[in-house]
């Protein structure tokens, strides 16, 4: 099996004072600072620690905070995971333990009929309705009559006992090893349009099929992120590969430029995830 972590690579010197450089908002430091209290009691104390599930942008922000330090390492469940925990180990405790039956992360398996196309944010959007915080959820991988999606160790006998259905489809739960993970494809519909511009609020307005004034709406209050990071610029300009999401849309992805057409727009291939 291959690994399910990532060692962090250190830059800098552990310091506490670099939340103030590093967070752009007042969120951002309160979370760094509850991450940095978190971590440094596994260190001081020597035993383990982790934080609930980040971010990539959060990711980002832990690796410049904790600088140097070992034993700290991400761990999402498997290898290509986005959301990702930050770990303490201490010398006595390996990266093996990381898979085993004391693994801070629970994989937990839902089946339910075929003939529902549950999606993404269905299961996500159901977990958020039975109470269960964000950051306590990982990444959730959708197939065919199953979704196998990650939670914290210590809310997963919750979620077994409480998440039951995703709106009217009821679900079969159970917990699994990491080893009978079933990662699919994410599923996407291709948009096929043609932009005056390759402006962020250009490619949302087509991706999500909302207005270009809408769009500058959600960008403006902070709704938006590119490549897991805030923007807050509506000029921003896209490029292929690009990943945006918007609260309580999605997320999307610029697949392909084919450059202009006769009347001087631009051809483009859009995959929004579903």
């Known amino acids: 099996m291959q690994k399910s972590y990532d060692i962090i690579p250190l830059v800098n010197t552990m310091d506490r004072n670099?939340?103030?450089?590093?967070?752009?908002?007042?969120?951002?430091?309160?979370?760094?600072?509850?991450?940095?209290?978190?971590?440094?009691?596994?260190?001081?104390?020597?035993?383990?620690?982790?934080?609930?599930?980040?971010?990539?942008?959060?990711q980002e922000m832990t690796q410049y905070l904790f600088g140097n330090s070992d034993?700290?390492?991400?761990?999402?469940?498997?290898?290509?995971?986005e959301r990702k925990m930050l770990v303490y180990l201490?010398?006595?405790?390996?990266e093996a333990a990381l898979i085993r039956d004391d693994s801070p992360v629970?994989?937990?398996r839902a089946t339910f009929y075929e003939e529902y196309a549950l999606s993404h944010r269905d299961f996500l959007g159901a977990l958020m309705g039975v109470g269960i915080a964000r950051e306590t959820v990982g990444d959730i991988?959708?197939?065919?009559?199953?979704?196998?999606?990650?939670?914290?160790?210590e809310i997963s006998p919750y979620v077994l006992q409480n998440f039951s259905s995703s709106g009217r489809v009821k679900l079969q739960l159970k917990q699994i090893n990491f080893s009978e993970l079933e990662l699919s494809e994410p599923v996407t519909k291709e948009i096929r349009d043609t932009l005056a511009s390759m402006r962020l609020d250009s490619v949302i307005s087509s991706g999500f099929r909302i207005s270009r004034g809408l769009s500058n709406?959600?960008?403006?209050?902070?709704?938006?992120?590119?490549?897991?990071?805030?923007?807050?610029?509506?000029?921003?300009?896209?490029?292929?590969?690009?990943?945006?999401?918007?609260?309580?849309?999605?997320?999307?992805?610029?697949?392909?430029?084919?450059?202009?057409?006769?009347?001087?727009?631009?051809?483009?291939?859009?995959?929004?995830?579903?």
């Open 90 to 94: 201490p010398e006595y405790m390996d």
């Open 141 to 153: 991988c959708v197939g065919t009559g199953l979704c196998d999606f990650f939670v914290t160790a």
């Open 217 to 274: 709406q959600y960008i403006t209050a902070g709704k938006v992120t590119v490549n897991c990071v805030n923007c807050e610029k509506p000029d921003r300009l896209i490029a292929e590969g690009d990943k945006i999401s918007l609260r309580g849309f999605g997320k999307i992805c610029l697949k392909l430029v084919n450059g202009q057409t006769k009347k001087g727009r631009i051809s483009v291939v859009i995959d929004r995830y579903v």
């Open 71 to 81: 034993g700290l390492v991400y761990f999402g469940g498997y290898p290509e995971a």
């Open 106 to 108: 629970a994989c937990l």
């Open 18 to 58: 670099n939340i103030e450089k590093i967070a752009k908002t007042s969120d951002e430091k309160i979370l760094l600072a509850k991450i940095w209290d978190k971590i440094q009691s596994g260190l001081r104390r020597n035993i383990p620690a982790n934080t609930g599930f980040l971010s990539q942008r959060e």
